[in-house]
């Protein structure tokens, strides 16, 4: 599995949750996600990929775009 592969694997169930949320109701602010590594913990692998801060800067990036997405779509004219 590579980074993108890891990214949207990562990403899906939280996607997913907020999906719900918000079909459920009306958000009143898109959610932020934000994640925390704590220092000198030992290397997180996750599918043969070690987790780095600048995956995790990534993964938040990727997950803020699908969330405007899902909870904020623009039209196209």
Known sequence: MN???LIKYLADPILKQIEKMSNKQELSQLPQI????EPGQEPIYI??????????????TY?????EMICAP???H
């Not at 934000?34 to 590594?37: P, S």
């Not at 599918?47 to 938040?60: A, D, R, S, W």
């Open 3 to 5: 980074e993108d592969e």
């Open 34 to 37: 934000e994640f925390i590594m």
């Open 47 to 60: 599918q043969g990929v070690q987790i780095t801060e600048e995956l995790i800067e990534k993964l938040k």
């Open 63 to 67: 997950l803020q775009d699908e969330i």
């Open 74 to 76: 623009t039209i196209l």
